[in-house]
């Protein structure tokens, strides 16, 4: 019996077969601007030869699953022949969702999963919870861990003690990789060049050039000097599909400070954005967002629980979703997190080597554990129960 890991997230799909890799695949489906009428399924963006203004179709909205023919397609394509040719009643198949996800989409997910594909076992959890799963498998000794997933919708602060999540603890911020995307196209299309239209582009410069400030008005006096003073600056050169594929930051003896370049290439430059742009995941309100940002987050949510638990949720925070790859984001909320909290506690967050595949990990390593059998709800239970066991064994 084979089990297939799935963390569904709203911009990328981490899947693949428990004792095989994992890849990371985008969890919805595209239409380019020459190829029309064609829609392309995850991997295929690849066939795509123009992707500029590129059209999304998410079957996420505000982090919900709320698009199910999206979904499904996405789904059909990745477990189709072309894939990983999933044989469905010799496969259990361990799926996440949001916290708290609603009572009407998981019955929907319920049904896709038992009455459409036919999977011989299924369990349902939050991504989160497998992060801590494997934080636990690894550091036998903790007892607690606060885990920190910081996705493309919005970013979740849950506190988990001997492997139970605990709910009074949970704290949301409507803050993630999109947001900072959407308004990185804001920032450069009223600075410099429209690109509104352009979301894989900017994403791409976004990962690139982007970083988290240790002293943002420090890099904010630097951004302001002219010439080779200033050391924030960069010049992104813009891809033409023709040519350069993909985008890239011209190197800092090749660029140009006064005057034009010689060159016919597209350039960006960047100064102030490089920080300004991430640094809404630790002050939303810079852009009228009135919550709160990543480290304070976390000091509210283990202020929320016991006090004899503290020391143990501060040095164990776990860092996982992919805003944590910006340079600089793990020594920030170190840095935040410990001018935020009694001197006499220790403060330790880690940021694993693969912080967007940490929970499939975790989903893999349950797959092998000898009560995996027990968390399932199976087919027969389902065709039984029906959606009443699957809300008593799952814990949403």
């Known amino acids: 019996m084979e089990t297939l890991v799935l963390d569904n997230g709203a911009s990328t799909a981490k899947i693949g077969f428990s004792d095989k890799r994992v890849s990371v695949l ?28 590129l059209y999304y179709i998410l079957p996420f909205q505000k982090g919900y699953l709320v698009n199910w023919d999206v979904q499904r397609q996405v789904w059909d394509h990745l477990f189709g022949k072309e894939m990983y040719k999933v044989d469905f009643p010799e496969t259990n198949i361990i799926i996440t969702e949001p916290y708290f996800n609603f009572n009407s989409i998981q019955e929907s997910m319920n049904e896709i999963l038992f009455e459409e594909y036919q999977f011989q076992a299924v369990y349902r959890t939050n991504a989160g919870s497998l992060s801590a799963y494997k934080y636990f498998e690894e550091n036998k000794s903790e007892l607690c861990c606060l885990v920190v997933d910081t996705g493309y919708s919005f970013t979740h602060i849950v506190p988990y003690c001997k492997g139970k999540k605990m709910n009074e603890g949970i704290c949301r911020i409507n803050v993630g990789g999109k947001l900072l995307s959407n308004h990185l196209k804001e920032i450069i299309s009223y600075r410099q060049l429209h690109v509104m239209d352009e979301t894989h582009v900017i994403n791409q410069v976004k990962e690139d050039v982007c970083y988290v400030s240790q002293d943002f008005y420090k890099d904010m006096e630097i951004a302001q000097l002219k010439g080779k003073a200033n050391t924030v600056m960069r010049d992104y050169v813009l891809p033409d599909f023709s040519t350069i594929k993909k985008g890239f930051c011209k190197p800092l003896e090749e660029m140009v400070f006064n005057g034009k370049y010689k060159t016919s290439e597209q350039i960006l430059r960047l100064t102030n954005e490089r920080f300004a742009v991430p640094e809404i995941l630790f002050h939303p309100s810079d852009i009228g967002i009135q919550e709160m940002g990543i480290p304070e987050a976390i000091v509210h949510s283990v202020q929320s629980l016991p006090e004899e638990m503290h020391p143990h949720f501060y040095k164990n925070i776990i860092l996982t979703g992919g805003n944590t790859l910006l340079p600089g984001f793990r020594d920030r909320v170190y840095a935040d997190v410990r001018s935020l909290t009694p001197c006499d506690y220790d403060v330790s967050v880690l940021l694993p080597e693969n912080p967007i595949t940490h929970s499939w990990e975790g989903g893999k390593l349950l797959s092998e554990s000898s009560d995996f059998m027990d968390l399932v709800v199976t087919k027969d239970d389902y065709d039984e129960s029906g959606h009443c066991i699957c809300e008593e064994k799952f814990d949403i």
């Open 26 to 53: 985008p969890n919805c489906q595209f239409r380019s601007r020459t190829a029309r009428l064609k829609t392309f399924t995850s991997n295929q963006i690849d066939e795509i030869k123009d992707p500029s203004g």
